[in-house]
């Protein structure tokens, strides 16, 4: 089954770097995606990374992903006040078959001290 | 409007009622999902749609709920005789059909119904 686990909490101050880990189940998951939740605001894809790659560079988003251990991670450099959200990493174990269903985790707060 | 829009933005409602909630998708997506979120918790799936049809319905946590599409675009979550542990944020998404081209299967989310069940 899917079961995508995340650590809750992360303070970071202004302009240094977050990391944000995870850890997924299904191997068969196409794509792993980073999504971003803001309050009172709904989830917006970050960025995602197709199960074939390692790393996905995308301006000040780095991912990496190591299939061996199912660990995916989100690094944000030059952490800005805006990027205080919740970031849920996400599969999807059925994209093959045409289900975009995703499974996500329970978030990573993170919160930007200026 | 451009974007995925869900109503109500809010409904209190009291244990045994029956409640709907309407999605909007983007024009064009054919599939639409509908996903639960509890506080503290990440969205949990409820129902896919692939335009009228429920394509996989194995997120819905028994028979007080269900959804339907009748046209392949609005679609209405129904919970009957709604229990305080319904009490949650209720989301849609929809995406470009499967199969397509590019598709990354990137869900374009609505902001949400919240649910409180008294």
């Known amino acids: 089954g899917e079961d995508v686990e995340q650590s809750l909490f992360l303070s970071v101050r202004e302009g240094d770097s977050s990391v944000i880990n995870c850890t997924y189940t299904?191997?068969?998951?196409?794509?792993l995606y980073w999504y971003k939740q803001e309050p009172g605001a709904g989830l917006q894809l970050l960025t995602y990374i197709f199960s074939n790659m390692d790393m996905k560079q995308d301006q000040r988003l780095t991912v990496l992903l190591n299939k061996k251990d199912k660990h995916l991670s989100l690094r944000i450099a030059d952490t800005q006040t805006g990027d205080s959200a919740i970031y849920f990493c996400a599969e999807s174990p059925s994209f093959y078959y045409g289900n975009n269903r995703l499974a996500f985790g329970k978030g990573n707060q993170v919160v930007v001290i200026p | 409007g451009a974007g995925v829009s869900q109503t109500p933005s809010n409904k209190v409602t009291e244990k045994g009622k029956y409640v709907e909630l309407r999605c909007d998708p983007i024009s064009g997506h054919t599939a639409l999902y509908w996903y639960r979120q509890s506080l503290g918790q990440g969205p949990e799936f409820l129902i896919y749609f692939q335009g009228t049809g429920a394509a996989d319905d194995s997120g819905l946590p028994n028979d007080r709920f269900f959804a339907v599409r009748p046209e392949g675009s609005v679609s209405t979550l129904k919970i009957q005789r709604t229990e305080r542990g319904d009490s949650a944020v209720y989301l849609c998404?929809?995406?470009?059909?499967?199969?397509?081209?590019?598709?990354?299967?990137?869900?374009?989310f609505g902001e949400g119904s919240r649910l409180t069940v008294l």
């Open positions: 998404a929809s995406s470009r059909g499967s199969g397509l081209a590019g598709n990354t299967g990137e869900l374009f």
């Open positions: 299904d191997s068969s998951s196409t794509y």
